[in-house]
């Protein structure tokens, strides 16, 4: 999946190098949801999704960018964002994904947790180069 950024305005790029930036990227998800028309119970799915897509770039992928924006596609509008980091990739997607699996001190509920959350979730990852994750939520 490919993000179709084709709405208002092109997506725009948000470092995540420090636990400040995990503040930045929430309040720039839930303006775009507000923005996109989303509920108010969707707009807290994505949030939390994006909190921990960045949190795990910034913990597990020693920092990254998140590309944010509206997108529109099929007659439909979302918001779209994709979480990026040049971190060690992750050698089991398959592990990684399963709830209660966590390769440090949390829950083990970040990826598939996310996943669940969002309508449409791609993940892409390189051993030894990174992590980029696709999420996309649509306003119903």
Known sequence: ?????TVDEEPRVHP????GDLVHVRQV????AQRCGLSLVDQTKLITAASELARNA????????VRAGLVEANGRRGVAAVFEDSGPGISDVGQAMTDGWTSGSGLGL???GARRLVDDFELSTVPGEGTAVTIVKWAR
Request: net charge positive.
């Open 110 to 112: 970040g990826l598939s």
């Open 1 to 5: 999946m490919t993000a179709p950024w």
């Open 16 to 19: 995540v190098a420090r636990s």
């Open 58 to 65: 910034l913990i597990y992928g020693g920092g990254g960018t």
């Open 29 to 32: 998800i839930r303006v775009l």
